[in-house]
Nanobody, 114 residues
Framework: VQLVESGGGLVQAGGSLRLSCAASGSTFSINTMAWYRQAPGKQREWVAA????????IYADSVKGRFTISRDNAKNMMYLQMNSLKPEDTAVYYC????????WGQGTQVTVSS
């Protein structure tokens, strides 16, 4: 699976962004996929995950109730809808399999101003 993230940008606190992850390869639809993020000076952390069919999702406590993960297997796409953004959400966001087994993409920068 090869992955390309997009949709990041600069937004004020309380605003929204929708991130997209375009995947190539025939195995996307059978993988549990996830979003991760890495803030400056911090380790990469897991944010949300979705099962292969999209029937189950899980979220880190820090984003629960604000972020929504979804996927469209017909398009080999995954999304992260981010609402009520906070300055602490500022990070580079990445998509990958739940175990981080694919090569990491370049990520997409999300900056939330206070």
């Amino acid at each position: 699976v090869q992955l390309v993230e997009s949709g990041g940008g600069l937004v004020q606190a309380g605003g929204s962004l929708r991130l997209s992850c375009a995947a190539s390869g025939s195995t996307f639809s059978i993988n549990t996929m996830a979003w991760y993020r890495q803030a400056p000076g911090k380790q990469r952390e897991w944010v949300a995950a979705i099962t292969s069919g999209g029937g189950s999702t899980i979220y880190a406590d820090s984003v629960k109730g604000r972020f929504t993960i979804s996927r469209d297997n017909a398009k080999n796409m995954m999304y992260l809808q981010m609402n009520s953004l906070k300055p602490e959400d500022t990070a580079v966001y990445y998509c990958n399999t739940y175990g981080g087994e694919a090569a990491w993409g370049q990520g997409t920068q999300v900056t939330v101003s206070s």
